[in-house]
């Protein structure tokens, strides 16, 4: 077992609350992204786990063990950051075994180790090199093997892969998943980048100014997010969101007189991902197109309805002329509403229908 729980953690930096009472679960042998822009507070929740830093208040358990005051070496976790920290004097091999070397572990041990860490990762080739001489890549594989050549069932990985270019990125996001996934090890991970999360995530947990915003699988934050917030980090493009009004024959979209709801609208926002948006012959709500934007595998079509704008996602090339008129469509089940005040999903139970 290497199950992480936090009950109620904070951590104060002066008057400044960087983590404000956060309790999560990390189950053992899953994947648990913390998500959030700079600032909300994911990397000190890391750093409260590792040991580095010491909470406020409220406990952090690690396979129900109390280690809120234990010290880092006690806790039995490893950590990969955000720049490698190798020692750029020391072999690949060296970096990696430098820990198994400090708690004098005895040589054969060692090798046996390197041996099979390096095979895991792909470096078995490498030894012999020195950092300087390695890709970015590579350099990130070395960090990871430093981590795993320990053999904790715990590992905590700090946006291990923001210097790597997006080809690199993904080629990483994959070894890691596929890693952690072979050795059966529980993984903290944190990033700002919500396609690293949605592609590797077990459980997602979103942050916001240091408590969390939303926590699930990385379906449900996408299917239902539960608030602007969330419905806005969530998805690329974002998910359109669009105030609404009430008209004649119900909620219309600001500005527009087409009804897109049934019931009210004033006070509501509409949300509907651009992938869910179509181009209608009939129905929908009419729409003038400001800007198609040609992107290879898709193109992204921005149009006004009313006073708001949308995008519409649709595959292959699509050629639309500033200024076109359209007509936009989407299913009921697409639609996300939200509360313009206090920013959380509205469950409302009005009938949403398409304009007609």
């Not at 234990?70 to 720049?83: G, H, W």
């Not at 046996?112 to 950092?131: D, T």
């Not at 790597?164 to 090890?185: K, P, S, T």
Request: aromatic content about 4%; some cysteine.
């Amino acid at each position: 077992m290497s199950e992480i729980v936090l009950e109620g953690v904070s951590k104060l930096y002066g008057a400044v609350r960087a983590v404000d009472g956060v309790s999560l679960r990390a189950e053992s042998g899953r994947f648990l992204v913390l998500l959030g822009p700079s600032g909300c507070g994911k990397s000190t929740v890391l750093r409260l786990i590792a040991g580095l830093e010491d909470p406020a208040a409220g406990r952090i358990l690690i396979d129900g063990r109390d280690v809120t005051r234990l010290a880092p070496d006690k806790r039995r976790v490893s950590m990969v950051f955000q720049s490698y920290a190798l020692f750029p004097h020391l072999s690949v091999a060296e970096n990696i075994v430098f820990g198994l070397k400090v708690r004098r572990m005895p040589a054969g041990e060692r090798s046996q180790r390197l041996a099979k860490v390096a095979s895991l990762v792909g470096l078995s080739e490498q030894l012999a090199r020195k950092p300087a001489q390695l890709s970015g890549g590579q350099r990130q594989r070395v960090a990871l093997a430093r981590a795993i050549v320990a053999e904790n069932r715990i590992c905590l990985m700090d946006e291990p892969l923001s210097n790597l270019d997006a080809q690199l990125r993904h080629g990483m996001r994959v070894e890691i998943r596929a890693l952690q996934q072979r050795l059966g090890m529980t993984v903290v991970y944190v990033t700002h980048d919500q396609i690293e999360a949605m592609s590797m995530a077990d459980r997602v947990v979103l942050m916001r100014e240091g408590r969390i915003e939303q926590e699930g699988t990385p379906e449900e934050l996408y299917a239902r997010p539960a608030s602007l917030f969330a419905a806005r980090f969530i998805g690329t493009p974002a998910m359109n969101l669009v105030a609404l009004d009430d008209g004649a024959g119900g909620a219309v979209i600001r500005g527009s007189a087409e009804p897109v709801l049934a019931g009210r609208g004033r006070g509501l926002i509409l949300g509907v991902r651009p992938e869910h948006i179509a181009l209608a012959s009939s129905g929908g709500v009419a729409a003038e197109v400001t800007s198609a934007e040609y992107h290879g595998a898709d193109t992204i079509v921005t149009a006004r309805v009313g006073e708001e704008s949308l995008l519409l996602r649709t595959t292959g090339q699509l050629r639309l002329a500033a200024g076109a008129a359209v007509r936009l469509a989407w299913e009921p089940a697409s639609v996300h509403l939200f509360d313009a005040d206090s920013g959380r999903r509205v469950d409302s139970g009005q009938a949403l229908k398409l304009a007609a």
